[in-house]
């Protein structure tokens, strides 16, 4: 999923797990986002949730609630 925004070719595999997902009525969520056009593109197939350096970078569990207050 590394290059989501590539085009279509690239998102065959993430669009089967996201429809899979919603067929098993559990969310999807992409890991790794770090680019706008990598949210976009995972926005676009449907995806749940998403995380990645593109939101935060990854914190000690003592930073979450400082961060998300900010927030």
Same mark, same amino acid.
């Given at each position: $999923? ?6 279509? #070719?690239?998102?065959? !595999?993430? /669009?089967?797990? &996201?429809?899979? #997902?919603?067929? =098993?009525? &559990? /969310?999807?969520? #992409? +890991?790794?986002?770090?680019? +706008?056009? /990598? !949210?976009?593109?995972?926005? *676009? !197939?449907?995806?749940? =949730? #998403? /995380? ?6 990854? $914190?000690?569990? +003592?930073?979450? *609630?400082?961060? =998300?207050?900010?927030?």
């Amino acid at each position: $999923m590394d290059e989501i925004d590539s085009g279509p #070719a690239s998102s065959a !595999l993430p /669009q089967v797990i &996201v429809a899979l #997902a919603k067929t =098993l009525g &559990v /969310q999807s969520i #992409a +890991e790794g986002i770090e680019r +706008e056009a /990598q !949210l976009a593109g995972v926005r *676009a !197939l449907g995806c749940d =949730l #998403a /995380q990645g350096y593109l939101f935060a970078v990854p $914190m000690p569990a +003592e930073s979450i *609630a400082a961060a =998300l207050s900010r927030h």
